[in-house]
């Protein structure tokens, strides 16, 4: 069964900045350039009658293409225990609409998705658990704490299912939708 979640694809030219800040943090595990993007909705593992459906809803969604703007790092946790490392994305009104149509649209299709409070982010690195990363992670916040790229254009935006593969997860996107005025 598929795992599924809808982003907003990065960039090449992104991407390639983003990559450039990964390192300086041992355990850290970094996200290939390829798999950057910014996440709307996770979905999880759903059904193949219900992913017909969703990926059907989802191209209903209509909106003019909107400007997107990373500014800054942070880190996720759990407790002490940190999860990832991220560039943030600033919220903008076009964002939040349609991560909400792509929330809504997910519900509707029968897909239980989490209540927590948006926060548009790229993950750059993950952790695994136990590892002793504080210092380091403290260094690459302070290093980078003012990072900022110029904004991009979100054009379109995407279906994919993830699998696990042996250098980590493999991303497939199954559908694409445009986002036009």
Same mark, same amino acid.
């Given at each position: 069964?598929?795992?599924?979640?809808?982003?907003?694809?990065v960039?090449?030219?992104?991407?390639?900045?983003?990559?450039a800040?990964?390192?300086?943090v %041992?355990d850290? !595990?970094?996200?290939?350039?390829?798999?950057?993007?910014?996440?709307?909705?996770?979905?999880?593992?759903?059904?193949?009658?219900?992913?017909?459906?969703?990926e059907?809803?989802?191209?209903?969604i209509?909106?003019?293409?909107?400007?997107?703007?990373?500014?800054g790092?942070?880190q996720?946790?759990?407790?002490?225990? %940190?999860r990832?490392?991220?560039?943030?994305?600033?919220?903008?009104?076009r964002?939040?609409?349609?991560?909400?149509?792509v929330?809504?649209?997910? !519900?509707?299709?029968?897909i239980?998705?989490?209540? !927590?409070?948006? !926060?548009?982010?790229?993950?750059?690195a993950?952790?695994?658990?136990?590892?002793?990363?504080?210092?380091h992670?403290?260094?690459?916040?302070?290093?980078?704490?003012?990072?900022?790229?110029?904004p991009?254009?979100?054009?379109?935006?995407?279906?994919?299912?993830?699998?696990?593969?042996?250098?980590?997860?493999?991303?497939?996107?199954?559908?694409?939708?445009d986002?036009t005025?």
């Open positions: 069964m598929p795992r599924l979640f809808v982003a907003l694809p960039p090449d030219e992104i991407a390639d900045a983003l990559s800040l990964q390192s300086g %041992p850290a !595990r970094w996200v290939p350039a390829e798999n950057l993007h910014v996440t709307l909705c996770f979905a999880g593992e759903v059904q193949g009658g219900t992913m017909r459906d969703f059907e809803e989802l191209a209903d209509e909106g003019p293409p909107f400007s997107v703007s990373i500014a790092v942070d996720f946790s759990n407790g002490k225990q %940190p990832a490392l991220v560039a943030l994305v600033e919220r903008s009104e964002l939040d609409w349609l991560q909400q149509k929330t809504t649209v997910a !519900r509707n299709c029968g239980e998705v989490e209540r !927590r409070k948006y !926060r548009p982010h790229v993950t750059l993950r952790f695994p658990a136990g590892g002793e990363t504080g210092h992670i403290a260094q690459f916040m302070a290093s980078h704490g003012t990072f900022r790229l110029e991009w254009v979100a054009e379109h935006f995407t279906l994919y299912s993830s699998r696990t593969g042996r250098g980590g997860p493999i991303y497939t996107a199954v559908a694409t939708y986002l005025f």
